[in-house]
């Protein structure tokens, strides 16, 4: 360990004045002796203590901060010994050397061998945390970590104990070794900032720590107390002494100003704090998509994706709302709200009937009645009411049909849809909707609400022969082309069916499917991008194996088909019932206006509901026989608990990983987006990767430019005695880092050591540029011009002597240091 | 002051970062920190100012007199009565011969630790004779930020003596001037030196009339005459030229002055040390008994400045109307002019001419 290098060109700049002085003073100084207190020991004992108040006041601000339940005393206790060890390690070089290796061995095995424990607290912190955030945001899910001890105190104590040594660690570099207020800072600072960000004040003895700890670190690295050479020299009493007074100060001032201040000062709404509500919608996205959240950013489409499979790599959601529902609550099943249905799969993308309501409002010259007479109307119209005629029927001859009364606002979902729940009724508004094929085209104008009357599923369905004539005319005209699949698939697909082993009726086979993916796949929502020329659908299903509702309903729809069901897929919103119960209860509105029909419920009342994009999902449409289409969700619950993946030591190499296999368990299918984002998380990756390994070369570049710089100016400065004195500096730091011999301490010796080196420059060279040296430093008169171009001759012969002497990798050495 | 800036810029960053986490975080204990933040300057710059008021710093010499090449380990320390320390103090310390005009300017870190008296030892060597003044210039201290560095007067002044060594006196003079040992050989005690007035008294009959001083006499309207003290039995003289030229030429002519003392005092013999003072512009004489008369004459030889004019001790010496015994003259100055000299003045004293060189 070298310690202040820098300081050593002073030095020896001082030792030429030293010696110019003594000349013509007869006054020679000797070193000067006992200005401080050299117990090493003591400056050990006081920065160890300076890292332990660092480590355990951030350890214990965090845990405190979100009432994490832990050992405090056995955590003070470890954190000390560590601090302790760590604070000696500086003693001197061999404690430093051997010390630091066993430092490791002592950090290492305890934490392979309490590797369950490390693992099962560091799961408990991150799901107190998630849960206490999870309050704050109230988000559509929240991830969570297997808990293998059921001892969570225990745990959690174990965990902090290794986390808190190894960021005595980390302190004790920046404090031992550098008194770096800064580094410090910025190592305690990302782990206190969580509880402060949520507003999770902990007690005042952890601020009071860290705040000592920071302070005397600032007052510490101004004093230059803590240095081994330099102007200021080490000084353990001094140190000692200027701790107690920065932690005095921080103890009384906080005091005063506690006594002075009341500390619900800054308990108001952070309504007018816009950074804070920016930085939420990541904070959010994190808690759902973990790190790769940060890396993945695109531009929001409102949670909608249009059919776009490929290009994919994560989902980002912006949990701004799209939608507001107003409707009263009739099952604990989700509500879907349906926006968009694929036809025909094609190339990573499913598409429809390619019609839009422009276009249709065209063919019929934007004219309402000729479009309503026509005969396609008529025919869509019953094809597309064919599930709401039977529910109709099924309503008016029975007791257990249910009708509703929805409204639905778009606040910021894509206008080019409309979003009806399942199954709808909407009054002839041709600005606002057509139908092509069975297929709805329509827009949604913003913040304008729409109303629709719906006809919920219930079964058994009890209507008339009439009513199911028009299921019998859709399954004979449309049907086949909800049975068909792409070529190239159908052998992949053929294969997965077979191997899977699906059979049995039409129910039998969605119950398989639905297992299957369960069981073999994976949901996650940065599935990472497709390779290019692969499709989307046989990748998930062969490769990756893991993705996100897009792919599953994708997948699911194509094995139907396979199967020979008539299946479609379908994107749009799904409101989880537990999203309902947190909604907001619409006052002044009666249950019966908004619906009728007894439900599983009962009489509830009247709610509005904010769907935001990260309720966007897709699911698949299996056509019933004598009803028509019923939505079916394959898209399976996150997969929860994972082994390894929550533990302490994937959270570091999940760091940068793009799949993130981010857990979500009490996930509700339902509730898993489906948003577009801009592709390129591998290329980030790999930007990074180079990033990080260029970076310090690029920094080592850099430095030693400015070095070459530095003595460039040095060597060619205009006034020729400081320039000789450069030059007579330059060549001292070159034997020194060639390691040539000792240093030089005077001319005569410099003069032995050029001699003593056997240099291809010739005696003579050295000593008439020793001698001219000499008559530089000690002497007022000046030198002629004869002489300064031989003294310029004598440097270059030396120093290209010395760099001759060396060998290649020390040349190397030499150049990248001076 | 580059540092001190940077101090105030670095740690106004760092209020403007505190300032900016208390607006993005909205909490408490970073207010805290802020207000801590905002005081610590204050509180640095009042325990500075405070501290500084009272801090006591002077310099200890173990030794008076020493030889040269000797170490003197001079002892400064900073006394601290306060509770707050200042760590970062630097004294301005030089070092200096009297004889000569160049100083050793030095800067000792010295921290003023709380409630103590905090110490340090610097060793000094002189290789040249000579009074070695170490004069505490200031006191440069900056407060616990770094933001205010201040220097305060100090000007206390330590000395001590560094006493010529002894040579072989007929080697040395062989080699340095290139006198002829005959010379030396005929440096024998032979007639009285006269001296300077040692009182004034009033004129008695048979008094010269070279002894009277007339503008004296005419003040007091009675004839006054000068009274010289009597040299009979100091015939010897040693002249010394404090010519101010190479150092080590002057330290040899002291040292000179001085092995010649010793041995005449070995001899049991009675002597006179003369040299041209500077400060009183006239030649000063010092009659030598023993040993320790011989120490303090040389260190209040130390005392006398050195002059950029030559031969001034000697032309002193000749005009001095005085019948003079023999004199020894050492310069480090040679010069032609010696020979005139004595060659004017010889038929009234022999003087032997010593050039250092």
Known sequence: MKFHKKNQVNDNAYNQLDASSSYKTGITLGTQKGETSHSILLLCLVRAFLVFLGAFGTVGFYLAGFQIPCNYFILGIVLFLTSLYCGLLYYNKWTMNIGYIILLLLFLFPALALKTYI???????????????????????????????????????????????????????????????????????????????????????????????????????????????????????????????????????????????????????????????????????????????????????????????????????????????????????????????????????????????????????????????????????????????????????????????????????????????????????????????????????????????????????HASKEAFSAVKMYEEENLWQYTSVPDELNSVLGTICTEAG????????????????????????SPGLTPQKSDAVIYFLTKSRKGFCVHFASSATLLLRAMGIPARYVEGYTIPYSKVLDSDLVAGEKYEDWFSGNTELGKTAVVEVDVNDSYAHAWVEVFQEDFGWVPVDFTPPGEGINNESGSFWSF????????????????????????????????????????????????????????????????????????????????????KLAKFTEQPTNLHSFNEILLKEQLSVPYEIIGNWIQLVEKVSFSQEPLTSDELEKCAECYLLIQSGLHKKLSVWKRFYVFLKI | MRKNIFSIVSYFLLLCLTIILLVFYHNYYIFLFLVLICILPAFSLGSFFYTLKRLKVYAQLPAIKVGKNNTVPVVFLIENPTIFPLLNCTMQVSIQNHFLTDTMDITLNLPALALQANTTELPVTSKYCGCLIITIQSLRATDLLHFFTLNKKIGHKSEYFVMPELRTLYQDIQTNSGIGEEDLENFEVKGSVS????????????????????????????????????????????????????????????????????????????????????????????????????????????????????????ESYFKLDYKMGQALYITGYHSPSHQKYKEIYNDRSRVVIVEIS
Not at chain 1, 502 to 525: A, C, S
Not at chain 1, 659 to 675: A, G, K, M, N, Y
Not at chain 1, 701 to 724: N, S
Request: some cysteine; aromatic content about 16%.
């Open chain 1, 119 to 461: 693992s099962s607290g560091f799961a408990a912190i991150r799901n107190i945390t998630y849960d206490v955030i999870d309050e704050i945001y109230i988000l559509p899910s929240i991830r969570h970590y297997a808990e293998y001890v059921p001892d969570r105190t225990l745990a959690i104590t174990i965990c902090t104990c290794f986390l808190g040594a190894f960021l005595c660690m980390l302190l004790n570099c920046m404090i031992s070794g550098y008194m770096s207020f800064l580094f410090a800072f910025f190592i305690t600072f990302p782990l206190i900032q969580i509880p402060l960000y949520f507003d999770q004040t902990p007690g005042m003895i952890w601020f009071a720590l860290i705040a000592v700890c920071w302070l005397t670190l600032l007052v510490l690295k101004k004093s230059n107390a803590y240095r081994t050479k330099g102007t200021a020299k080490l000084n353990a009493k001094g140190l000692l002494q200027n701790s107690g007074i920065a932690a005095s100060f921080v103890i009384v001032i906080s005091l005063l100003v506690m006594l002075v201040t009341p500390k619900g000062i800054f308990h108001t709404p952070d309504a007018w704090n816009t950074w804070k509500q920016k930085t939420d919608q990541y904070i959010r996205n994190y808690m759902i998509v973990g790190f790769s959240s940060f890396f993945n950013k695109y531009d929001s489409a409102g949670g909608i994706s249009g059919g776009q499979l490929g290009g994919i790599s994560s989902v980002r959601p912006d949990f701004e709302t799209d939608l507001k529902v107003r409707f009263t609550p009739y099952s604990s099943e989700p509500l879907y709200l349906k926006a968009y249905t694929g036809i025909e799969y094609t190339r990573n993308q499913w598409i429809n009937t390619g019609a839009t309501l422009k276009s249709v409002q065209k063919q019929y010259n934007e004219d309402a009645q000729k479009y309503y007479d026509s005969a396609d109307f008529h025919r869509d119209k019953t094809f597309f009411y064919k599930e709401k005629t039977v529910l109709e029927e099924n309503k008016k001859k029975g007791s257990n049909g249910l009708s509703g009364k929805m409204e639905i606002t778009n606040v910021g979902a894509v206008g080019i849809y409309l979003y009806l729940p399942y199954y709808p009724y909407l009054k002839n508004d041709f600005q606002q909707w057509a139908l092509s094929s069975d297929i709805l085209v329509g827009k949604s104008s913003f913040n304008i609400p729409y109303e629709i009357t719906y006809f919920p599923y219930v079964q058994p369905v």
């Open chain 1, 502 to 525: 699906f059979h049995g009726t039409q129910e039998e086979i969605i119950q398989q499917m639905q297992n299957y993916f369960l069981d073999n796949y994976k949901y996650t929502m």
């Open chain 1, 652 to 735: 570091f190499s999940s760091l940068f990983r793009n799949d993130s296999s981010s857990q979500v368990s009490d996930f509700d299918s339902s509730s898993q987006s489906l948003t577009t984002m801009r592709p390129g998380t591998k290329a980030f990756l790999i930007v990074l990767i180079i990033g990080f390994t260029f970076l310090p070369l690029l920094v080592l570049f850099v430095k030693i430019m400015l070095q070459k710089l530095h003595w460039r100016k040095k060597l060619t400065e205009r006034e020729y005695r400081t320039r000789i004195m450069n030059q007579y500096d330059f060549i001292n730091h070159y034997l």
């Open chain 2, 195 to 314: 001296s300077g007035i040692s009182d004034f008294r009033e004129y008695i009959p048979g008094d010269r009339l070279q002894h009277i001083h007339w503008k004296l006499s005419a003040k007091q309207d009675t004839l006054i005459v000068k009274e010289f003290e009597s040299m009979s039995s100091y015939d010897i003289l040693l002249l010394l030229e404090l010519y101010q030229n190479e150092q080590n030429l002057l330290d040899a002519s002291l040292d000179l002055l001085y092995s010649f003392s010793i041995q005449l005092l070995e001899q049991q013999l009675s002597f006179c040390i003369g040299w041209y003072s500077e400060k009183d512009f006239q030649l000063t004489l010092e009659h030598i008994h023993n040993a320790a008369v011989l120490d303090v004459v040389i260190q209040n030889l130390f005392y006398e400045q050195t002059s950029c004019i030559t031969d001034l001790t000697l």
